[in-house]
């Protein structure tokens, strides 16, 4: 099955400043990428995607890259802000038996201090 | 108006017991999930349905059975609840499997 590893795992960044997280994946067949942002006590909440056919794509100051060929992904945050301070979780996913299997990563706690 | 909503938020409870959680969507969506999130933060698929028809059933213990009683309800019924199943337990939907989940806020177990 798909193996998602995520790295790293704890980011404490200057307000301002810029984070990024890394993760790569084992399966060559998946081929949507999103990530997630977990904010204490709610549940995770889908910030931005990628689909496989796509490089970069970006949304404000968050950017998530692709790299098909060695299989790894990332997001890039610019201008940290305190509120951007969550659980970050990225995942990979597949179509298999009629339906997309999604993986996540173990998560990225990441700390903007101000 | 939430989206996705599961209730209880807290369910603390006694070994041995029967608890069951329940979520609904308003979002029109064709799938529902639940996940399961350790004390690591780790999420991992438990179940999903699509349109009222089990589609995942990851290794779960038997104790756990999902019910569907049409596509907008998935409830998550816990026998025999044991230490091992404190976690908190998300309920999502998506139009399309897998894809832009819709999380629901989390049900915290805790089994004494």
Redesign the interface.
């Known amino acids: 099955g798909e193996n998602v590893e995520q790295h790293p795992s704890t980011l404490s960044v200057q307000e301002g400043d810029s984070a990024v997280i890394k993760c790569t994946y084992s399966d060559s067949a998946s081929n949507?990428f999103?990530w997630?942002k977990?904010e204490l006590?709610?549940?995770?909440?889908?910030i931005i995607?990628i689909r496989s056919n796509v490089g970069e794509k970006k949304d404000q100051r968050i950017a998530v890259t692709l790299n098909k060929t060695a299989k790894h992904f990332s997001l890039h945050i610019t201008e940290t802000q305190p509120e951007d301070s969550a659980?970050y979780?990225c995942a990979a996913?597949r179509y298999s038996?009629?339906?997309?299997?999604?993986t996540?990563g173990?998560?990225t706690?990441l700390q903007v201090i101000p | 108006d939430t989206a996705?909503s599961q209730t209880p938020k807290y369910l603390v409870t006694q070994m041995g017991n029967d608890k069951s959680i329940k979520c609904e969507q308003n979002l029109g969506h064709d799938?529902m999930y639940w996940y399961k999130q350790d004390s690591?933060?780790?999420?991992?698929?438990m179940f999903?349905y699509?349109n009222k028809e089990l589609?995942?059933n990851e290794t779960v213990p038997n104790r756990f059975s999902p019910k569907s009683p049409d596509k907008a309800h998935l409830n998550l019924h816990i026998n025999s609840l044991e230490l091992g199943d404190s976690a908190v337990y998300?309920c999502?939907s998506s139009q399309?499997?897998?894809?832009?989940?819709?999380?629901?806020?989390?049900t915290q177990l805790s089994v004494l």
């Open positions: 949507y999103p997630y977990q006590g709610k549940g995770p909440q889908l995607d659980v979780f996913s038996g009629g339906y997309q299997k999604v996540f173990i998560g706690k | 996705v799938t690591k933060k780790f999420l991992k698929i999903s699509n589609i995942i998300f999502a399309n499997t897998g894809e832009k989940l819709f999380f629901g806020s989390g």
